[in-house]
T-cell receptor, first 113, second 112 residues
Framework: GDSVTQMEGPVTLSEEAFLTINCTYTATGYPSLFWYVQYPGEGLQLLLKATKADDKGSNKGFEATYRKETTSFHLEKGSVQVSDSAVYFC????????????FGKGTSLLVTP | EAGVAQSPRYKIIEKRQSVAFWCNPISGHATLYWYQQILGQGPKLLIQFQNNGVVDDSQLPKDRFSAERLKGVDSTLKIQPAKLEDSAVYLCGAGSNTGELFFGEGSRLTVL
């Protein structure tokens, strides 16, 4: 079945460092891909999405490109801030699953001043 | 953006007791989801509703979990009797016309 694999955390970075969180997927057909963020004590929030191959999703300085050839959707940010500290979830919506999302295990990011 | 209200935010019960969680997708989206998020793991789909009908409940432990969505708006998720391994955050999500899911803040359950 459909699945998402994320790099394990926690990831600890200094402020202004470059961030990459790897995400790969397994799916039949043409899934849509998402990154959600969960700040401490809050619910899941959509960060960005891409619905077809080569699409680039972007928001708040974060980017991810839907790479069908490598089945990947890596999250990147050029310069992280302390306020980016959160748990990041990669998610997939299969072409036959309605709108239900299949989430990865999450990657915890801590940014230090 | 859709607002999703959930209650209670926190609940502590002893094993074998029952508990119920409530969700209201304020903007009235047709599709509603309940997810279970165990500490350190990603959310796992429990049940999906389209209006007041069940689309997918294949991962719902039906011997102890039940959910309903009367009138196609708000929904309740019940656990009876609870087990220690049910300790988790229960997330309610509403689906938008663009395919995004909007989530509430979740209900954190601790089973002692």
């Amino acid at each position: 079945g459909d699945s998402v694999t994320q790099m394990e955390g926690p990831v600890t970075l200094s402020e202004e460092a470059f961030l990459t969180i790897n995400c790969t997927y397994t799916a039949t057909g043409y899934p849509s891909l998402f990154w959600y963020v969960q700040y401490p004590g809050e619910g899941l929030q959509l960060l960005l999405k891409a619905t077809k191959a080569d699409d680039k999703g972007s928001n708040k300085g974060f980017e991810a490109t839907y790479r069908k050839e490598t089945t990947s959707f890596h999250l990147e940010k050029g310069s992280v801030q302390v306020s980016d500290s959160a748990v990041y979830f990669c998610a997939l919506r299969g072409s036959n699953s309605g709108y239900a999302l299949n989430f990865g295990k999450g990657t915890s990011l801590l940014v230090t001043p | 953006e859709a607002g999703v209200a959930q209650s209670p935010r926190y609940k502590i019960i002893e094993k074998r007791q029952s508990v119920a969680f409530w969700c209201n997708p304020i903007s009235g989206h047709a599709t509603l989801y309940w997810y279970q998020q165990i500490l350190g793991q990603g959310p796992k789909l429990l049940i999906q509703f389209q209006n007041n009908g069940v689309v997918d409940d294949s991962q719902l432990p039906k011997d102890r979990f039940s959910a309903e969505r009367l009138k196609g708006v708000d929904s309740t998720l019940k656990i009876q009797p609870a087990k220690l391994e049910d300790s988790a955050v229960y997330l309610c999500g509403a689906g938008s016309n663009t395919g995004e899911l909007f989530f509430g803040e979740g209900s954190r359950l601790t089973v002692l």
